[in-house]
């Protein structure tokens, strides 16, 4: 059976997300239709863009992926279908679908807004229809024009220094609290936060409640965290705040 996800910054309150699915019931029936997320903070392209990363591939070929988090809603971006290893995507050119755009062999069609389009809302009347197209066996290249140049945001690198350590930063913060980093570690070694240090662990539990500590997290990158707490709020965390990762031999 063929698989629909969504991924939105809707909230489930207001009917938006409801609508979006009766659009994708009445043309695609026999699709499943599987919700991700959506709470992703509003008009917060990055937290989509890493949500995306996490999932897109995890799922079997011939899914699609819908993913509405849309500030320029209405505008001149442009809004995409993405075909990515075997996967499809669709969203608005801004990013948040760059993890399929940056896998080798990807392609992306513009699609076409249908003159009875809300400008305010592309998710229901511009996503929906083609997704439910592509799930119902549409050829990428029929859905638009061939789109050269899509928005890519990529995750910054982090810089190793003269002294061997590898200075990062918090790319996103999840709902645990847990600041994730853009380090990527199979290493012994501490976190450095300013004056306090922080070895690496295993496990969360390694730690007493309330302590902080370091871990790999399940994407292999770094994550800074409180046992039974939350480093954002502990430790001031946010995205974009400086971590150095300090390797032992």
């Known amino acids: ?32 239709l599987l919700d991700i997320a959506h709470d992703v903070p509003a008009h917060d392209v990055e937290a989509a863009r890493l949500a995306v990363a996490r999932y897109w591939r995890r ?33 608005p050119d801004n990013g948040a679908l760059s993890p399929a755009l940056l896998f080798a062999g990807a392609q992306a069609v513009s699609l ?23 799930v119902n066996g549409a050829a990428l290249a029929t859905l638009g024009e061939w789109h050269p140049d899509p928005v890519i945001r990529r995750t910054p690198e ?12 918090v790319i996103t913060v999840d709902r645990f609290g847990n600041a ?43 994550e800074i965290a409180v046992r039974d707490g939350s480093a954002a709020v502990l430790l001031g965390l946010a995205r974009g705040a400086e971590i150095v990762f300090r390797g032992r031999a």
């Open 158 to 169: 982090p810089v190793r220094r003269a002294d061997g350590c590898v200075v990062g930063q």
């Open 180 to 222: 994730i980093t853009n380090i990527l570690s199979l290493r012994v070694g501490d976190v450095l936060l300013g004056a306090r240090v922080l070895p690496l662990r295993r496990t969360y539990a390694e730690v007493a409640p309330g302590e902080p500590l370091a871990v790999v997290g399940s994407t292999g990158l770094i």
């Open 1 to 32: 059976m063929p698989i629909i996800t969504l991924l939105t910054d809707f909230g489930t309150a207001d009917g938006y997300v409801g609508e979006v699915k009766g659009v994708l019931a009445k043309d695609a029936p026999q699709a499943t």
């Open 59 to 91: 799922f079997p070929e011939g899914t699609v992926h819908v993913v509405v988090v849309d500030p320029g809603v209405g505008t001149a971006r442009r809004c995409l279908a993405v075909e990515s290893d075997g996967r499809f995507l669709v969203g």
């Open 112 to 134: 076409a807004i249908p003159p009875n389009a809300s400008p305010t809302f592309h998710g229901r009347d511009v996503f929906a229809p083609a997704a439910a197209r592509l």
